[in-house]
């Protein structure tokens, strides 16, 4: 058993954000650890004219389905990678502050992250995803360089 026994990372369906989850899929691979992939979102309102027009098909602009998506996709990758232990989670919420939610409950110790936003100046202005989460998790964080 390697020195992380689970492995949390983000992703917004991005191909730079799958490009994280390669590397932590790889990271859980050769550690033997659960991989756990996160995706979080945040509702729009539901329309009645739009679900109205939409009818069946409206459950994809509402809720969590574009985020339960967007991780099926990345467990798909992850498995192509290698991971075999995988679990995912659509969390209601701002990224970086999900991420941090999911890592604690689900003790982990490495969270993965892409490094999209961290050199741009919005990102040293506003603050980006993997720099919030560097700065406010307690637990090992790896920032990978994907773009």
């Known amino acids: 058993m390697g020195a992380y026994q689970t492995v949390v990372v983000g992703t917004d369906g991005s191909e730079t954000s799958f ?40 459950y994809q602009v509402v809720g969590s389905a574009p985020a339960d998506d967007t991780v099926s996709r990345a467990r798909d990758r992850a498995a192509t990678a290698g991971a075999t232990k995988i679990d995912t989670v659509a969390v209601q919420g701002r990224p970086a ?10 003790n982990a110790d490495l969270l993965v992250v892409g490094n999209r936003g961290l050199n741009t100046l919005a990102g040293r202005i506003l603050g980006s995803v993997p720099l919030d989460v560097a700065r406010h998790t307690g637990t090992d964080v790896l920032i990978v360089h994907t773009t």
């Open 19 to 58: 490009r994280a989850v390669d590397r932590a899929a790889e990271l859980a691979r050769d550690a033997g650890a659960e991989l756990v992939i996160a995706c979080a979102y945040l509702p729009t309102k539901p329309d009645p004219a739009v679900q109205d027009a939409l009818g069946d098909e409206a």
């Open 97 to 106: 502050a999900s991420l941090e939610k999911v890592a604690k409950e689900r």
